[in-house]
């Protein structure tokens, strides 16, 4: 698997849709999951270049068996929700790991404006039905004043 140098391409994929990537590789000489390309930040803000998958990572044994892992995972003191795909070579042996995740942080944000724009959406159908109410009883007076008149 080549070195990275250049990471614009992991770091545009995920400028479309937010979140962040990562390509492992599986280093025999370790036994671990190695990143090679990610845009994924440790705590001081550096790129994770170079760190391995956590050993009590949640996926770790579903991953090291072929099996994709999704769900919550905790990566350099942020909580993520994740998705974990294994990579295989010709003769089925997993050689690495392509992850995807958003940080649970943005996903409540998210939400929270999801809800927002709901009430305000609630807020200004309350406000068009007291205005056709209003409309309704100015419309039936003018009637009822025309047939008196």
Same mark, same amino acid.
């Given at each position: 698997?080549?070195?990275?140098?250049?990471?614009?391409?992991?770091?545009?994929?995920?400028?479309?849709?937010?979140?962040?990537?990562?390509?492992?590789?599986?280093?025999?000489? *370790?036994? !671990?999951?190695?990143?090679?390309?990610?845009?994924?930040?440790?705590?001081?803000?550096?790129?994770?270049?170079?760190? !391995?998958?956590?050993?009590?990572?949640?996926?770790?044994?579903?991953?090291?068996?072929?099996?994709?892992?999704?769900?919550?995972?905790?990566?350099?003191?942020?909580?993520?929700?994740?998705?974990? !795909?294994?990579?295989?070579? *010709?003769?089925?042996?997993?050689?690495? /790991?392509?992850?995807?995740?958003?940080?649970?942080?943005?996903?409540?944000?998210?939400?929270?404006?999801?809800? *927002?724009?709901?009430?305000? /959406?609630?807020?200004?159908?309350?406000?068009?039905?007291?205005?056709?109410?209003?409309?309704?009883?100015?419309? *039936?007076?003018?009637?009822?004043?025309?047939?008196?008149?």
């Amino acid at each position: 698997m080549p070195e990275f140098s250049d990471h614009r391409i992991g770091d545009r994929a995920v400028s479309f849709v937010g979140g962040n990537a990562t390509l492992f590789v599986y280093d025999d000489a *370790s036994q !671990q999951f190695v990143r090679r390309t990610t845009n994924v930040k440790k705590e001081n803000g550096d790129r994770a270049v170079g760190t !391995q998958l956590a050993a009590d990572h949640p996926g770790q044994a579903l991953l090291r068996r072929g099996d994709a892992y999704k769900g919550p995972a905790i990566l350099f003191g942020r909580r993520f929700y994740t998705a974990y !795909q294994p990579v295989f070579n *010709s003769t089925g042996k997993v050689i690495g /790991v392509v992850y995807v995740g958003i940080a649970t942080q943005s996903i409540a944000k998210g939400v929270q404006a999801a809800a *927002s724009g709901t009430l305000e /959406v609630a807020e200004n159908i309350e406000r068009v039905a007291r205005g056709a109410d209003e409309t309704e009883t100015t419309s *039936s007076q003018m009637l009822e004043s025309a047939r008196w008149k």
